[in-house]
Each structure stands twice: as C-alpha cells, then as structure tokens.
C-alpha cells in the first residue's frame, strides 16, 4: 500500500527556520517525483515543487523559487520542504504528493503555523 | 504558465442529482489531467489521472473525459458524502497547474 507520512503540525514565530517532512513507503522511492502543495486557509491548491529523489533534479514553481528548499534523501525514502526564514504568510497547510504509474497520492498535510 | 479555468466555481444539487464540472486548459495538455476532491479539514483526495482513468477504489460513480484543453468531471447518483470541492491539475508542463476549485454543496 501506498503511503507517504508527513510530520506533525508546527508554531514557529516570524524568521525562524523549519524543516518539514513527507517519508514515502510502498512504492520504490527513488523512482517517481514528489512534491509540496500549499494550501493557505480557506484557498485552493498551489503546487511549490518537485523533486526526483534518484538524482535530486528539483524544479520549483516561480512563486516559490527563492522561498524554499526542496530536498529528499532517498536512503530514508523522505522528502523535504524548508524555510530558512519564516514569514507570517507562510501559514498553510503543506501537502506532499506523488504521482505513481497508479495515480496520485497525498500525505496527510501538516499544518504550519507562524505567529509572534 | 498554464492556466486552469473550472466552471462553475460552484454549484447545489441533489441526492441522486448527475452533476458535471469543466476544466479548462489555457494551452493543449493532451489527457494530463488529473481530479481531486477535498473535504473540509482533510487532505485531497485522487479520483482520476489521465483524464479518464479511474484510480484505484474510486467507485465508478465518478467519470472524466475530455483531452486537448477541455475536461469533464461527472458525478453520477449525488450521494452526501459527494458533497466536497474538486480540484483539476495539470501535469503537462511544469509547473503544474490547478484550477480554483468547484464546491458542491447541498441544495
């Protein structure tokens, strides 16, 4: 079975550093791209973006290059999404997701919270 | 950057309604074209990659067509746990696009 965890909800203040995760299991990890998704309250899906974990080729949306760090180690089958300076904006709900020659599956988001 | 336009934003209907909802793509996607539901609080859920290929579980109530730049979702026999917003994405080109979302609300 198909599942990717994600790690659990954080509160950060303004300017601190996160690093969220997303650990991929039934599936050969290296093999497919995975990726982030906001979800800011109450709005749709923004795609952040993507990452091959065999090779590490990561391609991010123009909205969010220069914002975040995408990175995956694939000895742990785990995707990373990071913030070297958190802005209150940045609260949302992250999702990672995975796109199999079986379809599309999600991680059960993790809820960042950035608040001084 | 393609666009994804979904119409109607939303829409009421009933138990055991048929309902339809259009995804349009700003250039050609061939059949990249994925559907999803989200329910309040929770995370999307995949219906249908390829443009028609049902994913695995999803009952057959759900049903999509279309390539080149227009998409169908249909949703036959409303049940209230249908009730929920549907997301398309794009996965031609990257970056990969959504559209904004159709809420299905009960009338």
């Known amino acids: 079975e198909v599942q990717l965890v994600q790690s659990g909800a954080e509160v950060k203040k303004p300017g601190e550093s996160l690093k969220i995760s997303c650990k991929g299991s039934g599936y050969t990890f290296s093999n497919y791209w995975i990726g982030w998704v906001r979800q800011m309250p109450g709005k749709g899906l923004e795609w952040m973006g993507i990452?091959?974990?065999?090779?590490?080729?990561?391609r991010y949306s123009p909205s969010f290059q220069g914002q975040v760090t995408i990175s995956a180690d694939k000895s742990l089958s785990t995707a990373y999404l990071q913030w070297s300076s958190l802005k209150a904006s940045d609260s949302a709900i992250y999702y990672c997701?995975?796109?199999?020659?079986?379809?599309?599956?999600w991680g059960q988001g993790t809820l960042v919270t950035v608040s001084s | 950057d393609i666009q994804m336009t979904q119409s109607p934003s939303s829409l009421s209907a009933s138990v055991g309604d048929t309902v339809t909802i259009t995804c349009r793509a700003s250039q050609g996607i061939s059949t990249y074209l994925a559907w999803f539901q989200q329910k309040p609080g929770k995370a999307p859920k995949s219906l249908i990659y390829?443009?028609?290929t049902l994913q695995s579980g999803v009952p057959s109530k759900f049903s999509g067509s279309g390539s080149g730049t227009d998409f169908t979702l249909t949703i036959t026999n409303l049940q209230p746990e249908d009730f929920a917003t549907y997301y398309c994405?794009?996965?031609?080109?990257?970056?990969?696009?959504f559209g904004q979302g159709t809420k299905v609300e009960i009338k």
């Open positions: 990452i091959y974990p065999g090779d590490s080729n990561t």
């Open positions: 390829g443009a028609f």
């Open positions: 994405q794009q996965y031609n080109n990257w970056p990969w696009s």
């Open positions: 997701a995975t796109q199999l020659g079986g379809g599309n599956f």
